[in-house]
Structures are given as structure tokens and as C-alpha cells.
């Protein structure tokens, strides 16, 4: 049976419901301790394309020089092979919103699949460079993943829906999200009691394209430090002003927000603690 409310912590079930669903599973090794933390409540799927029709599993689990893996949790090759390579959280969202993902914060409430694909253009119509195969496995990862978590279709959705604005993403690239969903439904099939969607707040203007977690480095990762240094002597004032987010500044933060009514303890800074922090927001280059 799903679940019929938000799943909170990391899948467990991640590779047994795949599995389930008839899909040919790969556990890529290592998979179940490889995360950047640990989820909060799982709130959908995130669907993109990796930008090459050769992207390996590899790439996805271990990352790129700039960006350190696991950049989702799931792989879908050309052939339909998906390898789990990851269960806690992914780098795969960034900054962006939609209206049931606290802004900026879907790596933390969405399971990521990347899939080996160029997504051809922005404009290409749907399915274009998409073999059967993996089109149809992604459909079934989505629809698998939804019915574990009691959730309709509308709880999958593209990059592009999140962070076409924020980040000028768009992918999945020759994927219609409407068809894709259409699609997914029909193969979840009856859910007798859905989740009820979230509502998180609207985020602050000023803060929308906040996002600040460990391994961020830069003039707004030594703003926050200075604002936590001198406003919040008590706690953070032995805090090195350097720029690098290690785990001084996320101790901090944690305190921060345990102090602060309404914030999520969860050691990131998004829209909603900037704005609690009265953070001065550095522009960006």
C-alpha cells in the first residue's frame, strides 16, 4: 500500500518500487550512502535531460570539478536502464519555485532523475531524440514514485517549470510536461486517498534567489558569516569571516533557526531564514 502522506527522511523504498513497477534496476555501488545530506518531506519528482546522449551513471553519482555528485538520484539510459545512484539529497534544483516546493528548496522535497539525452532544443516536439525505451521508463520511475507517495502526476515536473525563470532552464528538452504527466496517470492509475498538496509560504521579493547551503563559497556565503558574527555574538561571534560555507557556518545557522519561530532547522539558507536574518543580499556579478 502507498503511503497517504508525505514521506519525510530519505526513500528507503527507492529501488524495491522500481522494481516492482517491471523497470530493469542497476544499484550503482555505494548508492544508499551517497547523498548531501538527508531529505525532508518527499514532496515529488524532478525530470531533466543531462545534455549528452552518453552521460553515464558514473557522471551523475560522482559529479563534475565543479559541482560535486550525486547530481540526482536516479539514471535513465538511452536503452531504459535506470541505476539508483544515490538516496539522500542530490544537487539537481537549484534556485527556483513552484507552488507546492518551499522556493529554492527542491533539492531537499524532490527526487531527481537525470536522463542521457541532449533535449535536442527548447522547441523540439515531444519525444524527439526520445527512444521508446527511455521514455517510457521515465514514465514508469515518475508513476512508481508517485504511487508509492500517494501522489497524482501533477507531483512530477520539469526543470524547466522550476527554474526556467531563476536559472533560463529547459529541460527536459522535447518533453511537453502535460503529455509527460498524462501519461504518468494513466499508469499510477486509481489513488483512493491523494496526498494533500503543500502549501509552503510565498517566499520574501528580495530573497527569492536565495540559496545558501555547505560547499557554497563567495561574497554572499561572507555576508551571512558576518551577519551571524556581530548580530549573533552569543553563539556565532567565534564564526571565520571567509566565505566558504563549512560546517561553523551551518552550526550557526542551525542555531539561528532553532531560535527563530516558523524556520525549518535544517542548516540551509533559503529565502524564508534570509529574511528572518535580514540578510543583505550581495548582487551578483
Not at 55 to 75: K, N
Not at 110 to 127: K, Q
Request: glycine share 12%; hydrophobic share 40%; proline share 8%.
Amino acid at each position: 500500500m502507498p503511503s497517504t502522506r508525505p514521506w519525510t527522511g530519505d526513500p528507503v523504498w527507492l529501488a524495491d518500487v522500481l522494481r516492482a513497477e517491471g523497470l530493469d534496476v542497476v544499484e550503482y555501488p555505494g548508492w544508499r550512502d551517497r547523498g548531501h545530506g538527508d531529505f525532508q518531506d518527499i514532496r515529488g519528482v524532478m525530470v531533466h535531460h543531462t545534455g549528452s546522449d552518453t552521460a553515464t551513471a558514473a557522471s551523475i553519482a560522482e559529479g563534475r570539478p565543479d559541482l560535486a555528485g550525486p547530481l540526482s538520484q536516479l539514471h535513465i539510459a538511452r536503452d531504459g536502464t535506470v541505476t539508483v545512484v544515490a538516496l539522500g539529497v542530490a544537487w539537481h534544483a537549484g534556485v527556483g519555485m513552484y507552488p507546492w516546493v518551499p522556493a529554492n528548496m527542491g533539492n531537499w522535497h524532490l527526487i531527481g532523475i537525470e536522463c542521457a539525452n541532449t533535449g535536442t532544443s527548447p522547441l523540439a516536439p515531444h519525444r524527439q531524440n526520445w527512444p521508446d525505451a527511455q521514455y517510457f521508463a521515465l514514465v514508469r520511475c515518475c508513476a512508481a514514485i508517485n504511487r508509492r507517495l500517494a501522489q497524482t502526476s501533477a507531483r512530477t515536473i520539469g526543470h524547466k517549470e522550476y527554474a526556467g525563470y531563476a536559472q533560463g532552464k529547459w529541460d527536459p528538452g522535447a518533453i511537453g510536461m502535460t503529455l509527460l504527466r498524462s501519461d504518468i496517470a494513466v499508469r499510477i492509475g486509481v489513488i483512493a486517498d491523494p496526498a494533500p498538496t503543500p502549501r509552503p509560504p510565498v517566499p520574501v521579493g528580495e530573497y527569492t534567489g536565495i540559496l545558501l547551503y555547505r560547499g557554497v563559497q563567495g561574497p554572499q556565503v561572507s555576508e551571512l558569516q558576518r551577519r551571524l558574527k556581530y548580530a549573533y555574538a552569543s553563539y556565532a561571534g567565534g564564526l571565520v569571516v571567509d566565505g566558504d560555507y563549512g560546517p561553523q557556518t551551518e552550526a550557526a545557522v542551525r542555531e539561528f533557526q532553532r531560535r527563530t519561530a516558523g524556520l525549518v532547522v535544517d542548516g540551509v539558507v533559503g529565502p524564508a531564514t534570509a529574511a528572518a536574518l535580514q540578510l543583505k543580499v550581495i548582487p551578483a556579478d
